[in-house]
């Protein structure tokens, strides 16, 4: 009997020892997570009916996640995907202090000042060197549009190319229209600009033009009223800005927002 319980006790020992030998198992591998699912298309069906059938401009992913931007008409808008819910405002980057939504308005108004050719505007530009280029919406009639173009030697003193286009408050057809069509149609423009700006007569004339399609490119970009400003980077700044203070301002990096930046660090 005491043999049998030593034979069992090495065979206990030996077989605890062979267990302490045994290699650790190979840890268990980690799963790679699964590629994020894209959403969706956005649902269009409600939004096309608000607008009366008009299909967006352009439609990509917004910076917060389950947002789709929607250009419209030169506005920009955010889409929820199931197309109920549509977000008009601002999307602010906290990280970078940057108005997303306002660089973008910004890329629209340039690349839509830039299908607009330089011959059909009514252009002031200076004798020298041309240092910056301002296209400003104007009115005949606008209070402050005159007093900026009463300014005009030191807007071409600073080295600024003024470049007009029409933007009759008032609509087709209008008194402000009319004169806007008549500085068009005159054989001097940019003189017939200066006299109806100083509120001299000039000869009613008639032509093709384009002052209509002029004021409704306005509309488009959301003017409001006048003058407007498209500054060189896309900004538009509304109202009067002295010669000085604009050309501080174009000095500026393009990239600089600097009358719209939203957050101070």
Known sequence: MYKTLLIVAALYTA???ADDKKPEPAPAPVP???PAVALAAPELNRLQTALNGE????IQPAAIAGLYEVIVGGQVLYLSADGRFVVQGDILD???H?????????ELRDKAID?????????????????????????????????????????SKEGIKIRYLMFPREGVGSESYNKAVSVWCADNRQEAMTKAKRGDNIERKTCDNPVQAQYELGQKLGVRGTPSLILENGDMIPGYVPPAQLAQLLAQDRTTKASKTVVTP
């Open 94 to 96: 906290l990280d970078s």
């Open 115 to 155: 299908t607009v050719a330089e011959k059909d505007m009514v252009v002031f530009a200076p004798e020298g060197p041309v240092r910056h280029t301002v296209t400003i919406f104007t009115d005949i009639d606008c209070g402050y549009c005159r007093k900026m173009h009463s300014q005009m030697a030191a807007y």
């Open 55 to 58: 299909k967006p401009d352009s």
């Open 32 to 34: 790679t997570p699964a």
């Open 98 to 106: 940057a108005n997303l939504t306002d660089n973008r308005r910004g």
């Open 15 to 17: 077989s605890a020892w």
